[in-house]
Every structure is written in C-alpha cells, then in structure tokens.
C-alpha cells in the first residue's frame, strides 16, 4: 500500500488531534500529592534519611510539574485562586527543602 500525501496529512491530524485530546485532562486538573514527612536527623538512621531525601526530591519535581500545569491552564490569566494555588506549592516545596536540608545538618553532626 502506497501512502499518499492526503492520507500523511490526515493520519498526522489524527495523531495530533489523539495527542491533543489526552493532553486536555491533565491541565484542567492540575493536582499534588501530600508533601513527605522528614524524619529527626537526630535519631534517624542512614537509610531512612536516603529515603527521606528521594521522597523529597521527587516531590520536588512532581511540585514543579504541578506549577507548569497551572501555568498552563492559566495561559497567562491567573486567577486570584490559580495565584494562591501557585504560591502554596511553591511556599511547601521551598519549606520542605529548606526541612530536610536542617535534618540532614542533623543527621549529619551526629558524626
């Protein structure tokens, strides 16, 4: 069978238009999970502050995912709401951080 370029185009408006449909979902609800708790540096043990620290890192990237889809759905138009939304992720994520970096200090004095 010979591909014509008609049924290029069309086979290509097809997938994107699939593309593009499965892509909606994920913008109109942009959502995050709960942040990761952070164990006591100073009574913790190495392997559940390596755990700790992937928790975070992950929730992290997942955090900055998150504010890409409200940028996203905001297309340049935040609401008071989407603003809100916004500033808490990123309020949580710098706070987790900054947690988890004092516990790892912790973790990491006790020699």
């Known amino acids: 069978m010979t591909s014509t370029p008609r049924t290029a185009v069309a ?4 997938l994107l238009t699939a593309l593009t449909v499965s892509a909606m979902p994920a913008l109109a609800g942009c959502a995050i999970n709960e942040a990761p708790s952070v164990p006591d540096g100073a009574s913790a043990g190495a392997a559940e502050m390596n755990r700790a620290q992937e928790a975070v890192k992950a ?5 900055q995912e998150f504010l890409i889809c409200l940028e996203g759905e905001a297309k340049g138009n935040f609401t008071p ?6 500033n808490e992720a990123t309020n949580r994520m710098s706070n987790l951080a900054m947690q988890l970096n004092a516990q790892l200090r912790s973790f990491k004095s006790r020699g």
């Not at 086979?11 to 097809?14: D, F, G, R």
């Not at 709401?81 to 916004?86: D, I, K, P, Q």
């Open 81 to 86: 709401e989407m603003t809100a939304r916004y």
């Open 11 to 14: 086979v290509a408006t097809l």
């Open 59 to 63: 929730y992290i990237v997942e955090t």
